[in-house]
């Protein structure tokens, strides 16, 4: 095995190679029919949630309508994602702000969320709606944090949620826990914190397609690390910094991109196949395969060299530059 001082030197070569496919194809993407799509994220906490939007961002496949914030400090949230679309140019896409619960997570990337300049935000529940009303039977939900904006939705208007086009989940454990490929099914994080909104979810009808625990440990690992430190771009050097401040509040040097698999799969089916299960939410957050009709589609075994097929490219060969006014100025 090579040192890992010498992977960046060829590993790069590759992926910019096929950022350089991926850009020539740009136009041609951009021209066909876009997805219409709204995230609703609780970005700030674990890095996935960043490494998921900026994969959004770097897609010309999808028409993001709007981000929603999610779950804990809501208000924050909504500012971290401000300036991240500020840094990359994209504040055209409105952002909104959840309803705020108590969270004990570490909100590990506040600095960098806080340095941001503070914007007014709609409330993510309305613009949820209002969109669904507006594009009936088109618009995905990239859902990628606790599920207390959506089961909200439903309790408001019912028949509206209802004409989703569907939703991508990140969320729930059917055969694995966190941990090794034989730890077994617990509740997962963005189930477990709201298990009441989840089980309103998979009741609704809509089409949910579902990336469990199963399917999204994929680790970031060092050899892909490097080939984004050998890159620099407003989005990349973002990442740097927010992987850095993630790193100092988890005590952990390796991201999971488990919100990144999920953003994958709403733009690439192809990513992750899809095995059709009922699903059923218990009061304490197992997500639980039983017997009836499918409810859910769910990728239930990680496919790494899909996904970083598709992922890396695009992480490595945007080159999206936004406002200099984005952050908050020093007072004297």
């Given at each position: ?9 060829r ?40 490494f ?24 924050l ?28 997570a ?23 709606l ?8 088109e ?48 509740p ?42 050998s ?16 790193s ?46 499918p409810n ?37």
């Amino acid at each position: 095995m090579q040192p890992a001082k010498m992977l960046p030197m060829r590993l790069p070569r590759l992926l910019l190679a096929s950022a350089l496919a991926f850009a020539t194809s740009l136009g041609f993407a951009q021209r066909s029919a876009q997805i219409p799509i709204i995230i609703d994220t609780d970005i700030g906490d674990d890095v996935d949630d960043a490494f998921a939007i900026d994969l959004a961002l770097a897609s010309p496949e999808l028409k993001i309508l709007g981000i929603s914030s999610a779950w804990g400090d809501t208000a924050l949230r909504a500012r971290m994602l401000d300036r991240m679309l500020c840094e990359t140019g994209r504040e055209d896409i409105p952002v909104h702000t959840g309803i705020p619960t108590e969270s004990n997570a570490n909100f590990s990337q506040a600095p960098w969320a806080k340095a941001g300049i503070e914007r007014p935000h709609g409330d993510a529940v309305t613009f949820l709606l209002e969109q669904i009303k507006a594009h009936p039977n088109e618009v995905t939900l990239l859902a990628l944090g606790p599920l207390t904006n959506i089961g909200a939705a439903i309790d408001r208007d019912p028949a509206t949620f209802r004409k989703l086009k569907r939703v991508v989940l990140m969320g729930g454990s059917i055969h694995r826990g966190y941990g090794g490929a034989n730890a077994p099914a617990e509740p997962e994080y963005n189930i477990d914190r709201d298990p009441k909104s989840a089980q309103k979810l998979f009741r609704s009808g809509v089409p949910i397609f579902m990336l469990p625990l199963d399917s999204t440990q994929i680790k970031f690992d060092e050899t892909r690390r490097s080939a984004l430190a050998s890159i620099s771009t407003p989005m990349t050097d973002a990442l740097q910094v927010l992987i850095a401040e993630w790193s100092r509040g988890s005590h952990a040097t390796t991201p999971t991109l488990f919100d990144a698999v999920a953003a994958a799969y709403a733009i690439e089916p192809n990513t992750c196949a899809m095995t059709p299960l009922h699903v059923e939410v218990d009061d304490k957050g197992m997500t639980l395969a039983t017997q009836g009709s499918p409810n859910a589609q769910a990728c239930l075994a990680p496919q790494e060299q899909s996904f970083f097929g598709f992922f890396m490219p695009r992480l490595l060969g945007q080159h999206l530059v936004g406002s200099r006014a984005c952050l908050v100025r020093p007072t004297r």
